[in-house]
């Protein structure tokens, strides 16, 4: 078979800090807003939603993928 290949992927908040772990949290009776603390930075959580969407064209294929 072929070697695998490894990549290091990371994903950044819009802040720029490194996100370790994803969490969701469902919880219809928590309202208002919430304090987090994140790599020594307070963020207020507020209770909205929202939605992720990629800026990139995802490849086609297996082999496009990996020309990139």
Do not use: M
Not at 21 to 30: G, L, R, Y
Not at 33 to 59: A, D, M, Q
């Amino acid at each position: 078979p072929p070697p695998v290949l490894r990549r290091k992927v990371s994903f950044a908040d819009a802040f720029g800090l490194d996100l370790v772990s994803v969490k969701e949290f469902d919880n219809a009776e928590v309202a208002g807003s919430e304090v987090i603390w994140c790599n020594g930075r307070k963020l207020t959580h507020t209770s909205e939603e929202f939605y992720l969407s990629c800026l990139f064209v995802v490849p086609a294929s297996l082999e496009e993928l990996e020309q990139r």
